[in-house]
């Protein structure tokens, strides 16, 4: 397994996406036999992009993050809300 690097994982969402971010879908490793979780953030523009990719992923990963959603079949998760730890 390759190791992950938060600030190039920052650097992508902020290359890619220009502006306010309306959504963004993770998927999440569950098993060995590559079953995956979707986990979807909906901030509707409310916040831009950088400020987005640093507090979810960069700070995310160095602090660990808890999520509040809604899970759908799948699995799919809508997150609601996410909190440092």
Do not use: C
């Amino acid at each position: 397994m390759e190791a992950y690097d938060p600030l190039d994982a920052t650097e992508v969402i902020e290359d890619t996406i220009s502006g306010k971010i309306e959504w963004i879908n993770y998927r999440l490793p569950l098993n060995k036999e590559g079953k995956t979780a979707q986990i979807r953030f909906s901030p509707s523009g409310e916040y831009h992009n950088g400020d987005f990719a640093y507090n979810l992923v960069y700070m995310g990963h160095k602090h660990g993050l808890r999520i509040v959603g809604t899970v759908q079949s799948e699995p799919e998760i809508n997150v609601l809300a996410a909190y440092r730890k």
